[in-house]
């Protein structure tokens, strides 16, 4: 056996302009499992579907899969999927066999595998092995990478220097094929349509390469390499989310030698504009983006190694970005995310420590409400306000105004670029108008909500929690 490494709309009485958190935010921590040995991820899921929001979690040391579902009061019990995951990296859930429950995959590191593990409704689940021959697996992540209405898997090596996607094949047979063989301690990947092509690109960084890149897919999956960064010295974290509503994914990562936390604006072509977010939070182990402050712009949430420490940036609306501790004592944070845990319609942050072997989450608790952030506009006299509320349990309303009739188009869609639903396409007259969004069906996420009329187009996102 190698040895483990790290490596590191609103309805209609709503005023115009509606209230949001902003000003000052509070979190307590709420410890979940401190005997998760070296915990390495941490999800907040809705893995049974009773509305609350669970815990999933993978350990490396510990070669485990588990999750901490949470009862009505909002206590957690621990529940092992695998405790033979040899070098449990990396997990995350998807509708993988399409029978309307989540799944779950992993990565094993020390086992060079990656599997999923069959959710029969009741929360039993069957493993499955896709592959046992993967030189570390390290991440891992599914999506539907041909649009064949099947989900497949894509994930890294770290041994390996891989970049690699597993077809499915209807029947949850898997083939392997390669997108990179030379991508220097491969750490992380996320699978999503950078470019707008309506194909899924691949992003990824590289520890040892030191590099933050992107994989074009020419629509038959073969794939170009694009290097955004190749001197980002232990490149870790990855993030690939709309930082500024533009309809186009902008990417965040972290730098675990650099102590940097940077962010790449996407300006519609794939030409990227660098904004250095911090330079000074040591050990930059990992990013993930919300609006954690409630004035309708992405914040930005990080893990510090070295400093076992969560801090989040905030958002000023204009890419401007001010640093706010949250833990100072979380030994060896390797891991955040964030998810609504205790179902108050704020969004709250989870973490894995994985000297200190703990899960964690803490509670937003905003002191105010005062924002009077405007809804996104055009010149044209289009409006589109936020969601309400946001995020969301099953259904949310949506808000828009017109200073003219017109056609308008409004559509969800994910993370991969790739169109859930349409709510709306129809002829509209002038004024305020609100739809809902009824998410049954739908998994757990981030999501954009688009509005097209007359060639032009305004984007908002929405958080979803089941």
């Given at each position: 056996?190698?040895?483990?490494?790290?490596?590191?709309?609103?309805?209609?009485?709503?005023?115009?302009?509606?209230?949001?958190?902003?000003?000052?935010?509070?979190?307590?921590?709420?410890?979940?499992?401190?005997?998760?040995?070296?915990?390495?991820?941490?999800?907040?899921?809705?893995?049974?579907?009773?509305?609350?929001?669970?815990?999933?979690?993978?350990?490396?040391?510990?070669?485990?899969?588990?999750?901490?579902?949470?009862?009505?009061?909002?206590?957690?019990?621990?529940?092992?999927?695998?405790?033979?995951?040899?070098?449990?990296?990396?997990?995350?859930?998807?509708?993988?066999?399409?029978?309307?429950?989540?799944?779950?995959?992993?990565?094993?590191?020390?086992?060079?595998?990656?599997?999923?593990?069959?959710?029969?409704?009741?929360?039993?689940?069957?493993?499955?092995?896709?592959?046992?021959?993967?030189?570390?697996?390290?991440?891992?992540?599914?999506?539907?990478?041909?649009?064949?209405?099947?989900?497949?898997?894509?994930?890294?090596?770290?041994?390996?220097?891989?970049?690699?996607?597993?077809?499915?094949?209807?029947?949850?047979?898997?083939?392997?094929?390669?997108?990179?063989?030379?991508?220097?301690?491969?750490?992380?990947?996320?699978?999503?349509?950078?470019?707008?092509?309506?194909?899924?690109?691949?992003?990824?960084?590289?520890?040892?390469?030191?590099?933050?890149?992107?994989?074009?897919?020419?629509?038959?999956?073969?794939?170009?390499?694009?290097?955004?960064?190749?001197?980002?010295?232990?490149?870790?974290?990855?993030?690939?989310?709309?930082?500024?509503?533009?309809?186009?994914?902008d990417i965040i990562a972290a730098s675990?030698?650099?102590d940097a936390v940077v962010l790449w604006?996407?300006?519609?072509?794939?030409?990227?504009?660098?904004?250095?977010?911090?330079?000074?939070?040591?050990?930059?182990?990992?990013?993930?983006?919300?609006?954690?402050?409630?004035?309708?712009?992405?914040?930005?949430?990080?893990?510090?190694?070295?400093?076992?420490?969560?801090?989040?940036?905030?958002?000023?609306?204009?890419?401007?970005?001010?640093?706010?501790?949250?833990?100072?004592?979380?030994?060896?944070?390797?891991?955040?995310?964030?998810?609504?845990?205790?179902?108050?319609?704020?969004?709250?942050?989870?973490?894995?420590?994985?000297?200190g072997n703990t899960i964690s989450w803490?509670?937003?608790?905003?002191?105010?409400?005062?924002?009077?952030?405007?809804?996104?506009?055009?010149?044209?006299?289009?409006?589109?306000?936020?969601?309400?509320?946001?995020?969301?349990?099953?259904?949310?309303?949506?808000?828009?105004?017109?200073?003219?009739?017109?056609?308008?188009?409004?559509?969800?869609?994910?993370?991969?670029?790739?169109?859930?639903?349409?709510?709306?396409?129809?002829?509209?007259?002038?004024?305020?108008?609100?739809?809902?969004?009824?998410?049954?069906?739908?998994?757990?996420?981030?999501?954009?909500?688009?509005?097209?009329?007359?060639?032009?187009?305004?984007?908002?996102?929405?958080?979803?929690?089941?």
């Open positions: 056996m190698r040895k483990k490494i790290i490596v590191f709309i609103t309805a209609l009485f709503l005023p115009l302009f509606y209230s949001s958190a902003s000003a000052e935010i509070t979190f307590e921590q709420h410890l979940v499992d401190t005997l998760f040995n070296h915990a390495f991820d941490v999800q907040g899921v809705d893995l049974d579907g009773d509305g609350d929001t669970d815990i999933l979690g993978a350990a490396f040391i510990g070669d485990e899969i588990a999750w901490w579902k949470q009862d009505s009061v909002g206590e957690f019990t621990k529940y092992i999927i695998d405790d033979s995951f040899d070098g449990a990296y990396s997990v995350c859930t998807f509708d993988l066999d399409g029978d309307n429950d989540l799944d779950i995959i992993g990565a094993a590191g020390d086992g060079d595998e990656i599997s999923w593990w069959e959710n029969d409704g009741g929360q039993i689940f069957t493993k499955h092995i896709i592959d046992t021959t993967f030189n570390g697996a390290y991440n891992v992540c599914a999506v539907d990478m041909n649009h064949d209405d099947y989900v497949d898997i894509v994930a890294c090596a770290y041994h390996g220097d891989q970049a690699a996607w597993w077809e499915n094949n209807g029947d949850y047979e898997f083939e392997k094929h390669l997108i990179d063989g030379e991508f220097d301690g491969a750490v992380f990947v996320d699978a999503v349509d950078l470019n707008n092509d309506g194909y899924i690109d691949i992003v990824g960084t590289a520890y040892f390469g030191d590099e933050v890149a992107w994989w074009e897919n020419d629509g038959l999956q073969q794939f170009t390499r694009h290097a955004l960064v190749d001197t980002f010295t232990n490149a870790r974290g990855l993030c690939v989310t709309d930082m500024d509503y533009d309809t186009d994914l675990v030698e650099l604006l996407n300006d519609g072509t794939t030409n990227f504009a660098e904004i250095i977010v911090d330079t000074t939070f040591n050990g930059a182990a990992d990013i993930c983006a919300a609006d954690l402050d409630g004035d309708d712009d992405m914040d930005i949430i990080g893990a510090g190694f070295w400093s076992n420490s969560i801090s989040y940036w905030e958002n000023d609306g204009v890419m401007s970005f001010t640093r706010h501790p949250v833990s100072s004592n979380f030994n060896g944070a390797i891991r955040v995310a964030s998810a609504d845990i205790n179902g108050d319609n704020k969004i709250d942050i989870l973490g894995a420590a994985s000297y803490w509670e937003n608790s905003p002191e105010v409400f005062v924002n009077e952030d405007p809804p996104s506009s055009l010149p044209s006299g289009i409006q589109l306000y936020p969601a309400y509320p946001n995020p969301f349990n099953s259904s949310t309303s949506i808000g828009f105004e017109l200073a003219n009739a017109g056609p308008v188009s409004i559509a969800i869609y994910n993370l991969q670029g790739q169109r859930v639903e349409t709510l709306l396409n129809k002829q509209m007259i002038s004024g305020r108008h609100n739809i809902a969004w009824d998410a049954k069906g739908i998994s757990s996420g981030i999501y954009f909500y688009h509005l097209t009329s007359n060639g032009n187009t305004l984007s908002r996102p929405v958080t979803l929690l089941k």
